[in-house]
């Protein structure tokens, strides 16, 4: 069976570090993309940022310039780097997968969410 297993988050101080990690268990075919959402409390979840492969990875606007998203294809795993991290941060982020379980079936897959709490 296939799931997202994600690992990091916790309370850190303004202007503060963290780094999230989400490592793919199972078996799968080939990786689409894989990337990062949060949700704030009481707000929709929004996109962080994502990776398709080799190339420069996708970021939001309000995260841009502080987060930074790499893979280690020989891990199938993705990391989220994020520095100079503010209060507006502090959300359950959840890892997101587009993964092709067979050579003709694609599934998007979600992390359990880690917390992010971001202190003033």
């Known amino acids: 069976q296939v799931q997202l297993v994600e690992s990091g988050g916790g309370l850190v101080q303004t202007g503060g570090s963290l780094r999230l990690s989400c490592v793919i268990s199972?078996?799968?075919?080939?990786?689409?993309?894989m990337g990062w959402y949060r949700q704030a409390p009481g707000k929709q979840r929004e996109l962080v940022g994502y990776?398709?492969?080799?190339?420069?990875?996708n970021y939001a606007d309000s995260v841009k310039g502080r987060v930074t998203i790499s893979r280690d294809f020989a891990k199938n795993a993705v990391y989220l780097q994020m520095d100079n991290l503010k209060p507006e941060d502090t959300a359950v982020y959840y890892c997101?997968?587009?993964?092709?379980?067979?050579?003709?079936?694609?599934?998007?897959?979600w992390g359990q969410g880690t917390q992010v709490t971001v202190s003033s």
């Open positions: 990776s398709t492969g080799g190339g420069t990875p």
């Open positions: 997101n997968a587009d993964l092709l379980i067979t050579m003709m079936t694609c599934r998007e897959f």
């Open positions: 199972g078996e799968i075919y080939a990786i689409n993309t």
